[in-house]
């Protein structure tokens, strides 16, 4: 039985792995997240991906799975690419979830990861990749109206099932681009934004964004902008840098993202992963832009997600860098008392 208090805003972010054994590595993912719950965390988000180095098709269905070992942590996809999904049909596993969570589900979606990194699914789906903003645009407005679709047959009206709740004012989409965010801003819908970005420094690049999201905005919702962070914690920076170099001794191809040659501190400054003594990383985040008009905050570990010292940085995370946030932390309404207005269709 859960006792612990959830913590809002504070979540944890797991990016499944390809495995030699796909079972034992989502028995860690749901070890971890019920872990997590523990610990206050309020929101679990995971990773879907295919035909990639994450290891994870269906977030919706592990997140199912979730539903039935958790009591009050809520769940989150991080994110859906929405060209590989019928959206209708999308719309109903994710109220089915959502329904056997009792309305915890957080509907995360996006376009798939560009600069390559998708091509091998969106040719696996006989997709063009060179057509992802205008695939993204019409499964996504499809995906709005499927909550509401009914069909009359034979003089009886058959509705969508199971009810969808409060989840289609849970939709977050993820985004690097301005244009977007004010797209996002303008549904009404609640933004997701990256662990690294790439043009100058995370924090300020994703600040352009968060205010393209804000004037846009509707007077009548509140701001939901969710911001994934990945830190280090350790006795020091130099312990940390300790830590990661011995996770890619045992694993060089837990970066497949890098370049080749670069060293681990390297590759820890390069990816605005913030290591060293939880003081540190926590006067770090403080310091982000876009962290400190975040209202949500998607914390991950660059490490293999069942070592010992990944575990334990999840406690320190809670319970000595989360804290730090809460001077810098928007007022946030907690997820049950966010308006339900409707969303705007398109």
Not at 40 to 67: D, K
Not at 316 to 338: D, H, W
């Amino acid at each position: 039985m859960t006792t612990t208090t959830a913590l809002p805003g504070l979540a944890l972010f797991e990016v499944p792995p390809v495995t030699d054994n796909a079972g034992a590595g989502y028995a860690v993912l749901l070890d971890n997240a019920v872990r997590a719950e523990s610990l206050g965390y309020e929101t679990y988000w995971v990773a879907e991906g295919r035909f990639s180095n994450i290891g994870l098709p269906s977030a919706l269905t592990l997140l199912a799975v979730l539903s039935e070992r958790t009591d009050r942590l809520r769940l989150g996809t991080a994110v859906i690419p929405l060209a590989f999904d019928h959206p209708q049909r999308l719309a109903e596993t994710a109220a089915v979830v959502n329904t056997l969570s009792g309305d915890r589900l957080e509907l995360g979606v996006g376009k798939g990861n560009g600069g390559g990194f998708s091509a091998a699914a969106y040719d696996a789906f006989g997709l063009d990749e060179n057509r992802r903003e205008e695939l993204y645009a019409e499964a996504l407005a499809r995906l709005r109206g499927a909550f509401g679709v009914q069909r009359v047959v034979e003089g009886k009206t058959f509705g969508f099932y199971p009810p969808a709740e409060n989840l289609p004012q849970r939709l977050w989409q993820a985004t690097s681009k301005v244009d977007t965010a004010r797209s996002i801003g303008r549904a009404g819908d609640a933004l997701q934004l990256h662990r690294f970005a790439s043009g100058g420094p995370t924090g300020t690049v994703q600040k352009t964004l968060v205010d393209a999201y804000s004037s846009e905005l509707p007077s009548d919702r509140s701001p939901r902008i969710g911001v994934s962070r990945s830190v280090l914690p350790a006795e020091s920076k130099a312990d940390a840098v300790r830590l990661f170099t011995e996770h890619l001794e045992r694993d060089p191809g837990a970066t497949p993202w890098i370049t080749r040659g670069s060293s681990p501190s390297e590759i820890l400054r390069d990816f605005y992963i913030l290591h060293g003594s939880p003081e540190e990383i926590a006067a770090e985040l403080v310091e982000d832009a876009a962290v400190s008009e975040s209202t949500d905050y998607l914390f991950s570990v660059p490490l293999a997600l069942d070592d010992k010292h990944y575990r334990e940085s999840l406690a320190v995370i809670a319970g000595e860098i989360y804290p730090t946030l809460s001077t810098v932390r928007p007022n946030a309404l907690p997820r049950n008392l966010l308006s339900t207005s409707p969303i705007p269709v398109g």
